[in-house]
Structure formats: C-alpha cells, structure tokens
C-alpha cells in the first residue's frame, strides 16, 4: 500500500486548517509516491523532479481551498500528470523542425464531416453537460477546477461529465462513426 493510500484524513484536514507541522508531514508523505508516479510519466527524470516539485508546491498553497478530502490523492497525481504533459510539449516546441521524423508531422486531419458532426452534437448536449464536457475534456481543466468554476461538488462535475461523454457515444454510435 503506498504512502498516499495511508494517509490519515485528520492530517489532510488540519493541513487544510494551517496546521504547519501537519502540512509538512502530508508534504514529507505524499513525496516518494508521487515521484514514482512521475518517473513513469515524465519523459525523464529531471521533469519528473520539477512535476513533483510543482505538485508539492501546489500543495502547499492551495490545500485550504481542497473541498473533498477523498480527492486530495487524485488532485496531486493530477497535477504531476499536467506538468509531466506540460514539459514534454515544451520539449517538443524547442526542437528545430527540421529535427522530427517526417512520419511524426504527418497528422491525418479530422475528417471534415466528422469534425461538423461532433461540433453539432456536442452543442446539442443539455448545457449542464455540455459545459462540464468543454471544461474537462477540450480546456483540461481538471475535476476541481472545474468545480469551483461551476460551483459544484467534484462530484457532480464526475457524474456529468460521465453522462456527457455516454450521450455524445451514443450519438456518434446511431451516426454510425464506429460501432459498439
């Protein structure tokens, strides 16, 4: 069981309530596994060290505004996850063009029909859907963000953006884009 899973609630809480020396134990104990985690995330390990430290640093200044401790575990992974994709797109935009393999710049486009199709569907979705399935899915946000921009339970933002994507697959299914 990892040191994360371990983790009592009532320190998570007095870390959310300014405790210091709570903080610095939950920061002590959420390291090494997220430093694991970003070993097989990151595509080396100096960016796993700044995801970590990013991560840790978010911690520190954002644990007051934690809503749910039961995702305190999720948001941290999600934070490495973000800056693990964050440095590999920097990466990639400082290499010279000249620099990438051929086969990695031929993109196949999206065809145009299906591009129209999912634009219309996904406007079509009821606007509670539809909101949580841009901020999540096409901005990145991720589940807290996207409830405290809605003023929502990370909860209800999970439930409806789980509802929006079975709509919109249903829909791409009945326009027979793929099959089930």
Partial sequence: M???ARIDNGLIEAAR?????ALDRLLS???PDLMRFARRTCTNAEDAEDAVQTALWQLHRRIGTLRVIAAFTSWLFRIVERECRRLLGLQRSALPIDAVPEAALAVE?????????LGAMIAALPEAYRTVLVLRDIEELSA???AA???LSVEAVKSRLRRAREMLRERLLDAGYWSS
Avoid: C, F
């Fill in 109 to 117: 486009p999206i065809p145009s029909g299906l591009r129209r199709d």
């Fill in 144 to 146: 807290p963000e996207a």
């Fill in 149 to 151: 921009q809605l003023d």
């Fill in 2 to 4: 990892s040191a994360l």
């Fill in 29 to 31: 104990a959420s390291q």
């Fill in 17 to 21: 309530g300014g405790d210091a020396a």
